[in-house]
């Protein structure tokens, strides 16, 4: 590997000082003089027609401002993307319980809460569709929108079909002498960032316009919304993302909806408007991680060679679609694993149902195929009698393969090495011999067992097929030698700042404390698509090297100018720039020179990944530029009295190519495992009739430090071609194979198979759930 | 009704309901925005602050029954010159920070237990900010900052 300067050396993280300080704006933090404080009236049935909505009442109560409907925007203020179904404010229908419906603007907290008291709503309540595996019935009330399907298609509440096809995995998997055909099942998960949804608008009367501080994923996606629905024009409206208190996928779509209200309420009153979510708002509004039901079949030869899988798996998308296309899309990708088959089918419906909405969570789509398939693998090794990691590291994909798709490989494919590493530094052969042989023997109530488990994963790089893909950067030299860096993919607390100026810094030979980072800002960076989908560090990475690279080259036009040489003959020693013959000039003195030959001192990097291409008639193609691999162990200690499940150890190996920035990556890939642990294990958001069972961190529980053990991570640097300086992305695949290593220890531990998550005290001690018919107190209670 | 405390080592006073919280006293009348509501059911340990050198949830707390005691914040931590403590420096150095809304109340919780127990094992390090949530680091940066921190501060207290 070659020596880098800054890249891959310890750094801190740009934006650490002030948080370690307290000093670090979230937006909750801003107060305005004169600002309003606003609320949103939210549906308490899941499926109801909006009869009447009436505020006069409301707006009679002192201190109450204003109050807006989705009548006040533009085209009932639809919304979304790629499949616009969504309002700002609920439009004829509410479709989940928590859908909005009037939004409240007040001058204290009293007030909004008499006002919302005060609005009249008539709701005529509708049959809801909660059993995303009935959705589909031709006799079901539809959920969604569209009579598109109702005509020519029975199935009104069908999403989203997508399908891969190689072969015919029937004809396989009936000539194979071991088999295996199970189901599985994954429910919602709560993103629980410590930072609820919150926005702050400003209006800007000069520009007839508005400035919304939103903690979003994508600024520009939320202007693109706000242009639309309020009818106003890009220039007339600026996003800026203040801090963000952790979003992980979620900030979308609900962000995108509170940003309307709120900018809509700021332009009528003429005040800023500020809109929190309380904890309870937030879980019982915002959207989830979707819920899958997986009918998986494998087939082997009796060495364990694979030969064909059969995959069947229906997307609960909830009320809306959000970004639930992509997710099921993605999911029909990885649903048979990083391995070879002969034969693979996979067909995937997304559904609409009233159980909230499901929208990106972290690993979309491919954490929810993972535990399943993963599990499946472990359940035919144990058939085979062959060793978990031994039927893996025989199936892989490696170097030179073709995928199930018909995409093929190049030689940044590192599964193997990650399966070998991790099974060396987990001690694997060791423990899982030992612990098998105590799984074998009659289970004694009451005794603590230890078992170990591994699962595999690949994840499709940034967007794939599902859209176009692209990053901008700039850098700009100002006056003071600082050096400003922007970008239009945002950092939600991943390390991506600390990223782009490692890169910027490598490529100009610059010190990275030049270098700074304005919040992202659409009036000030250039769009470059959502920030999701593991994009950042190779398509925004990328971008800031391309501007890097022209900023470099003024610099070494203007050297050449000053040292009398040609360019190609400058070379460089820290900031210096050196010629053949002359005394080496200072950064200082290069870019005075260039301020006087004329050159801007300024670039824009765009960068797009190689070509892609998927038929969703043939369900074959090439749906990603490259993929992520990686694979994780767990070690478990079961109480079979009680059922309780500690986690003793964890070993991570993940392909990251380069590792640009380690703190960040190791961040990235601790944090990333310990949601997976939490969705193994204790996570677990019940819609009951379509009323969310749990509505504050009391009731929904996620790891705390005492449920997480020391992780070991390790990376494979194979240096990837198309990644800057030859990283990979991380932000995701840290994550997906967690939960279903987690269960294959459990399994290992006590003989028992898992198939359903959460792995609860009741699933482990007796293989079943004991939860009781819910109840929409709470969250009624919440949207009080 | 009127509250008086030691607000960060200086006497401070300010009207306020008898049931605001202190989370909301310190948040809007003194505009210390360092502490943070994450949940306000005293399950995430955002708005924690130390009370005599106790960590506590202000978002449970009212700022009457704070009222006649010793209170210190986030912004109460750092050096008089405004730079950042060992505490909060380790933070910074062994990537403890990611998002940094449950910063500010881990470094209280880290403060709080070294107060208290000056050698404390990884277990104990545990143990003591399993009140306090972080959803992106996976915890053992945190725990690996506030040992490094204990490990530190005895090391200097030997010289002394």
């Known amino acids: 590997m070659p020596e880098f300067q800054f890249i891959g050396k310890p750094t801190d993280r740009v934006d650490a000082m002030e948080k370690v300080l307290g000093s670090a704006k979230y937006v909750g933090d801003y107060a305005l003089p004169n600002m309003l404080v606003a609320r949103t009236l939210r549906s308490t049935l899941p499926h109801a027609r909006i009869l009447k909505v009436d505020v006069s009442a409301a707006l009679k109560i002192p201190g109450v401002v204003a109050a807006i409907t989705c009548e006040d925007f ?40 008499r006002g919302l008291k005060a609005i009249q709503v008539d709701l005529e309540e509708l049959p809801g569709v909660f059993d995303p595996m009935t959705a589909l019935d031709p006799a079901t009330t539809i959920v969604s929108e569209h009579s598109r399907d109702a005509t020519e298609d029975p199935r009104g509440n069908l999403l989203m079909h997508y399908i891969v096809r190689k072969g015919d995995p029937q004809r396989e998997l009936a000539l194979c002498p071991v088999t295996l055909e199970e189901d599985y099942s994954t429910m919602h998960q709560e993103h629980a960032y410590l930072e609820t949804e919150g926005v702050l608008a400003v209006p800007v009367p000069e520009k007839n316009g508005v400035t919304v501080y939103a903690p979003c994923q994508s600024p520009f996606i939320n202007r693109g919304n706000l242009v639309r629905t309020l009818g106003l024009s890009e220039e007339n409206i600026r996003v800026i993302q203040p801090h963000v208190g952790g979003a992980f996928g979620g900030k979308d779509d609900l962000m995108y909806q509170i940003s309307g209200q709120a900018a809509k309420l700021a332009l009528i009153t003429g005040r800023p408007v500020k809109m929190i979510l309380s904890r309870e708002e937030s879980m019982i509004a915002s959207y989830k991680r979707d819920a899958m039901q997986m009918h998986v079949q494998l087939g082997a030869d009796a060495d364990g060679k694979l030969r064909a899988s059969k995959i069947h798996a229906t997307v609960d998308s909830g009320a809306y679609s959000s970004i639930t296309p992509f997710t099921a899309w993605r999911s029909t990708i990885h649903a048979m694993g990083p391995y070879r088959y002969d034969a693979c089918h996979v067909d995937t419906d997304a559904v609409y149902t009233n159980n909230g909405y499901a929208g990106a969570f972290r690993g979309f789509g491919n954490t929810e195929v993972c535990f399943a398939l993963e599990q499946a693998m472990d359940e035919l090794a144990l058939k085979l009698k062959i060793d978990p990691i031994e039927l893996r590291l025989k199936n892989c994909l490696r170097p030179g393969d073709t995928t199930p798709h018909g995409q093929p ?16 530094i987990s001690d694997w052969k060791h423990k899982h011999t030992d612990y098998s042989r105590v799984a074998a ?41 600082s050096i400003t860096l922007t970008s239009g993919l945002t950092d939600y607390g991943t390390g991506s700042r600390t990223v782009f100026t490692l890169i910027a810094a490598e490529m100009l030979g610059l010190n990275p404390e030049r270098f700074s980072m304005p ?22 990475g990328n971008a800031t090297r391309v501007a890097a690279e022209k900023l470099g080259l003024q610099l070494n036009q203007s050297a050449a100018d000053l040292l009398e040489c040609k360019v190609e003959e400058i070379t460089r020693h820290g900031e210096l720039f050196i010629s053949p013959k002359e005394e080496p000039v200072s950064f200082e003195e290069v870019v005075n020179h260039a301020r006087e030959m004329g050159l801007t001192l300024t670039s824009r990097g765009r960068w797009s990944p190689p070509k892609i291409h998927w038929s969703m008639e043939t369900g074959q193609g090439k749906p990603y530029f490259a993929y992520h691999f990686g694979a994780q162990v767990a070690e478990v200690l079961v109480d079979t009295g009680t059922g309780k499940v500690e986690v003793t150890g964890f070993w991570a190996v993940n392909n990251t190519g380069t590792v640009i920035f380690p703190q960040g990556a190791f961040g990235q890939l601790y944090g990333g495992i310990t949601q997976g642990l939490g969705y193994a294990l204790m996570e677990r958001v019940d819609y009951d009739n379509g009323y969310i069972q749990a509505t504050n961190f009391d009731e929904y529980l996620i790891p705390t430090a005492l449920d997480v053990p020391d992780i070991v991570g390790a990376f494979v640097e194979k240096t990837f071609s198309s990644g800057p300086y030859g990283a ?7 994550l997906v194979p967690a939960a279903p290593a987690i269960l294959n220890a459990i399994t290992n531990a006590t003989g028992r198979r898992i198939r359903s998550l959460p792995a609860n005290l009741e699933r482990v001690l007796l293989g079943k759930d004991l939860r009781k018919e819910g109840s929409s107190t709470a969250c009624k209670l919440g949207l009080k | 009704m009127k509250i008086q405390f030691i607000l960060n080592g200086m006497p401070a006073e300010t ?31 955002a708005c924690s602050v130390l009370i005599d050198g106790r960590l506590v949830n202000s978002c449970l707390t009212l700022a009457a029954q704070a009222s006649g005691h010793n209170i210190v914040t986030i912004e109460g931590v750092h050096l008089p010159d ?31 237990l070294l107060a208290q127990n000056p050698q404390p094992t990884r277990q104990d390090i545990r143990t003591a900010i399993a009140g306090n949530l972080c959803r992106c680091t996976g915890y053992q940066q945190i725990v690996d900052a506030i040992q490094s921190t204990a490990q530190n501060r005895q090391e200097k207290k030997g010289h002394a």
């Open chain 1, 74 to 113: 533009v085209d009932h203020s639809r919304f979304g993307y790629p499949i616009s179904d969504m309002f700002m404010l609920a439009y004829l229908r509410v479709r989940y319980a928590g859908d909005g419906i009037v939004s409240l603007a007040a001058e204290n907290e009293d007030a909004l809460d």
């Open chain 1, 441 to 481: 023997k009659p289970l004694i109530p009451g005794e603590f067992r230890r078992g170990i488990g591994v699962a595999a994963v690949f994840h499709g790089m940034s967007l794939g097929a599902e859209g176009e893909d692209f990053a901008v950067g700039t850098l700009e030299i100002n006056q003071d030698l």
């Open chain 1, 728 to 734: 990979k992305n991380l932000g995701e695949p840290g």
């Open chain 1, 409 to 424: 490989l190049g030689d940044d494919v590192s599964l193997a090495e990650c399966l070998e590493q991790v099974r060396k």
């Open chain 1, 519 to 540: 919040r992202p800002d659409t009036d000030q960076s250039f769009d470059s698509g959502p920030t999701v989908a593991s994009r950042a560090t190779v398509l925004g």
């Open chain 2, 82 to 112: 405004g730079s950042p403590n060992d505490l909060q420096q380790a933070f910074i150095e062994y990537g403890a920070v990611q998002c940094g809304f449950c910063t500010p109340g881990m470094v209280l919780a880290g403060e709080a």
């Open chain 2, 15 to 45: 009207e306020a309901p008898q049931d605001k919280t202190l989370l909301n006293v310190l948040r809007e009348n003194f505009g210390l925005t360092g502490t943070k509501e994450g949940c306000n059911v005293g399950e995430c340990g």
